[in-house]
């Protein structure tokens, strides 16, 4: 499966954003799972959805804030981002996984990647 994220962009801190996350195959056969990356920082765990029962996870970081969500019939994965911080400003990822452990947000749970979607907040 391929991965294109798209949705980036600059905004004030307390914005929104909404990420998409579009899949060249079937992405019903993939648990997806979102990912950033801010400058000389690692990668870390963003949200994940469970492949068709829609069961999420979410960093301590972004729970309240963030809401992942999937629709498999437009293979497409949203991350509708709330109340933005500073700290948020990362290049976002998603990758699709299928894997047991897919719950547990390690990287290396997910086999395909995105290009990745810059998300700019502004204080």
């Known amino acids: 499966v391929q991965l294109q994220a798209s949705g980036g962009g600059l905004v004030q801190a307390g914005g929104s954003l909404r990420l998409s996350c579009a899949a060249s195959?079937?992405?019903?056969?993939?648990?997806i799972g979102w990912f950033r990356q801010a400058p000389g920082k690692e990668r870390e765990f963003v949200a994940t959805?469970?492949?068709?029962?829609?069961?999420?996870y979410y960093a301590d970081s972004v729970k309240g804030r963030f809401t992942i969500s999937r629709t498999n019939m437009k293979n497409t994965v949203y991350l509708q981002m709330s109340s933005l911080k500073p700290e948020d400003t990362a290049v976002y990822y998603c990758?699709?996984?299928?894997?047991?452990?897919?719950?547990?947000?390690?990287?290396?749970?997910?086999?395909?990647w995105g290009q990745g979607t810059q998300v700019t907040v502004s204080s």
């Open positions: 990758a699709a996984s299928s894997s047991v452990a897919y719950y547990s947000g390690n990287d290396s749970s997910y086999r395909y």
């Open positions: 959805i469970h492949r068709s029962d829609g069961s999420t």
């Open positions: 195959g079937r992405i019903s056969n993939y648990h």
